[in-house]
């Protein structure tokens, strides 16, 4: 009587759900009819619209989309279609043992971290309080894109993040894999993924075949680069190198995957030379970090600003925002140049050069890899990563805009070391996502 398929418990559940479905189409109904009336009464006559009817649902946890129009309520993922009369047809309730699928489920917010697959069956962890674009591909190797919805505060209100699979990457569906390793590295003279070692050492040779004076080569030779593993969650390394928050966490957090910054750092309020002196070195006139693209490139900031920046960028008990650190830096790198998706591939990812010869401000195009803009362009970027020698111990890396042409030794994954305190118009940052 209590259990089995038309049991007493079966039965409460089904009226329980009944109950819901009722009250999800009476708020359909009441958002229709108050559209419609409306527009009646501005004498327009022509049919409700899904936008129109968005402006009615936006309290509902609701979104309205296509003609005829489909109503799907956030958290239940009830669907509900409205025909040409306002007849709303029954729903089918979503099964909450269903592996969602991220072509399902795109411009959807989700209240809390969730996993989806995408095509081919990789995991993609959603965080709390973001969507997958409706522009973002089905699978992990297009670049899936993350959009702020209300995960921050109104002004990080539509940034964009892309997610970098780790592990084995399914390419098709007959399992075709490539396997993307959570490590740092360096790269050789055919673009194959080396020790850091090694690859500086390549980066040095090549630094002296353009034209670099043996005297700065010999300077720079001795340098060691390391990621520091001591949790500082709360603050930068005794206010020397922009250290990340706890890098033991986020190995251990992002196995699967993490986010990186679709564009270099952007901020609302544009930083130029002139304000240079009062904005470099004080932090109370820093301006609020964004990753969106109309948003202007931010430059003009010290490394351990940008550090500050990011890892404050988001507050949530869901996931950690924080500045790029080297296992993201070279894990996204070999990633991209994985499942690269630009028309020229004939220069491998890690070995690029700067694709633009002066600055732009909304992403170079030529340099758009698995929709991720600028990581071997425009900019050069600050990490976590630490150099050996004491007065420069900040590590940055990318190509430098106008760096191109003068200085072609500068590629993808050169190690550039810094002061603690270095600004310039040329160099920016980029933040970071992963979940918890």
Known sequence: MLSGNNGILQRAT????????EQEKEIVALAYNSVLAKKVSNGNLNAVTDSELNDELDNSKATASGNPIIVTFNKSGNTYEIDSNGVIKPSTPKDPNATLKVAEHKNEK?????????????KIVVPAGFKITSDSPDSVTGGIIIEDVDAGTETT?????????????????????????????????NGEKVSIEEGYRYELIRMGAQ?????????????????????????????INASA????????????????????????????????????????????LTEKKEDHVYTWITPLQASSLSRNMYTSDCFESDLI???????????????????????????????????????????????????????????????SNSNFP??????????????SYILTCTRFAFESNYVSPQWSFRTILYVK
Do not use: H
């Open 14 to 21: 089904d009226a329980k759900t009944q109950t819901g479905i």
């Open 110 to 122: 989700f209240d809390s971290n969730t996993e989806l697959e995408d095509k081919f069956g990789n």
């Open 157 to 189: 209100s539509g940034s964009q993040f892309v997610w970098i699979a780790v592990g084995d990457v399914y390419t098709d569906i007959n399992g075709t894999k490539n396997n993307i390793e959570l490590c740092r590295c360096g790269f050789n003279e």
């Open 211 to 239: 034209g670099v004076p043996g005297y700065g080569i010999s300077q720079i030779s001795s340098y060691t680069f390391s990621e520091d593993t001591i949790s500082r969650i709360g603050s930068v390394a005794d206010n």
């Open 245 to 288: 928050k706890n890098i033991s966490d986020f190995l251990s957090k992002a196995s699967i995957g993490y986010y990186i910054g679709r564009y270099e750092a952007r901020t609302p309020i544009q930083r130029t030379s002139s304000t240079e002196n009062s904005l470099a070195m004080n932090d109370d006139n820093l301006t609020q």
């Open 325 to 387: 650190n080297s296992y993201a830096w070279d894990t996204a790198i070999n990633f991209l140049q994985t499942f690269d998706d630009r028309n020229d591939k004939n220069i491998k990812y890690s070995l690029q050069m700067s694709l633009n010869d002066d600055f732009v401000s909304n992403g170079t195009t030529s340099d758009k890899i698995c929709n991720i803009y600028d990581m071997a362009s425009n900019c050069g970027e600050f990490t976590t990563e630490t150099c």
């Open 394 to 407: 900040v590590t940055g890396r990318g190509g430098v805009y106008y760096n191109n042409s003068s200085n």
